[in-house]
């Protein structure tokens, strides 16, 4: 399995450990690195942002107008950019499965709203893309603290996009929207059941061929988010979710980075993720 790492450089202090937390993953052989900043260096691939070709597939003209304005137009292109090129270079064979950094979040992010230090939709806008393809079916799978509002927008009416997100509720309709609730004080077992128990069996039902998972950490202990989850929760996910993208796509699966503020917590969990997307068993 060859898995793509998308990078950009940051605002903000949560991954001020990066791309240096990655050593001992960024040279094997497996494990292409695409970079935004360094993409003269050799053996790099570079990273390009988001075109606003892309853009108006999902999102409105006004709300793109509205972005610029932040003055962090540049930035959330570069961050909805990695997916959209992750799922492109999956598409074509050169990755199996992908980590993209994000300066910007996804899912707060709607056709025509934006907020909670989310941008664009990084999610929908590789899938816009991979509709032109020929691609039919998605899934998104969301484990950041938060409902995801702006991803539920996008897909509310779009039967071929399964949308799961554990969240504040508990919800399910007609088009393949799911919400599952977890309750204010939880724990890594009954949310990893949660996860076996409501994802697993609702993905290899409906056969995506692509994954996207929204990876927030903000429901780790000492989050803004917090649900009482530990940072060892989050690397159990990638192996389920992965699981099941091995099982019903090939593979395809794009781990996007989401919620969540703490350095320590990012640097602990975001090599053991990637380090289970590219199979490399250095954590066990
Ligand atoms: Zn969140
Ligand atoms: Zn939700």
């Known amino acids: 399995m060859r898995t793509g790492i998308f990078f950009t450089y940051f605002q903000g202090e949560r991954l001020k450990d990066f791309p240096e937390a990655l050593a001992g993953i960024l040279d094997k052989e497996n494990v292409l690195y695409y970079d935004a900043v360094y993409n003269s260096r050799n053996g790099l691939y570079y990273l390009a942002p988001v075109s606003e070709e892309v853009l108006f ?4 003209r006004r709300m793109v107008e509205a972005v610029k304005r932040t003055g962090d137009y540049e930035a959330a292109l570069y961050s909805a ?6 799922a492109g270079e999956m598409w074509q ?3 199996g499965n992908a980590f993209v950094f994000t300066s910007f979040g996804d899912h707060h992010a709607g056709r025509d709203f934006f907020g909670g230090m989310c941008y664009f939709n990084g999610a929908a ?4 893309a991979l509709k032109e393809k020929g691609v039919k079916r998605f899934a998104i799978v969301d484990t950041d603290s938060h409902h995801a509002d702006g991803t539920r927008d996008i897909f509310a009416g779009d039967d071929n996009v399964l949308h799961v997100c554990f969240c504040y509720q508990n919800y399910e309709d007609e088009h393949n929207n799911v919400d599952i609730v977890v309750p204010w004080r ?3 077992e009954e949310y990893l059941a949660k996860m076996k128990r ?4 609702r993905a290899v039902a ?4 692509y994954i996207f998972w929204e990876f927030g950490y903000d429901a780790t202990q000492g989050e803004y ?5 530990t940072r060892d929760c989050h690397p159990r996910l990638a192996k389920i979710i992965k699981g099941v993208a091995d099982e019903v796509c090939n593979g395809r699966l794009t781990v996007i980075l989401c919620g969540g503020s703490g350095r320590a917590i990012a640097t602990y969990t975001i090599p053991r993720i990637i380090d289970c997307l590219a199979e490399l068993g250095r954590f066990q």
């Open 125 to 128: 806008l590789a899938i816009a």
């Open 186 to 188: 939880t724990s890594d």
């Open 198 to 201: 409501e994802f697993v069996p």
């Open 81 to 86: 950019g990695g997916t959209v090129q992750a």
């Open 57 to 60: 597939k999902v999102h409105s």
């Open 225 to 229: 988010g917090d649900k009482g989850l």
């Open 93 to 95: 064979g050169k990755i």
């Open 206 to 209: 409906f056969k995506p061929e």
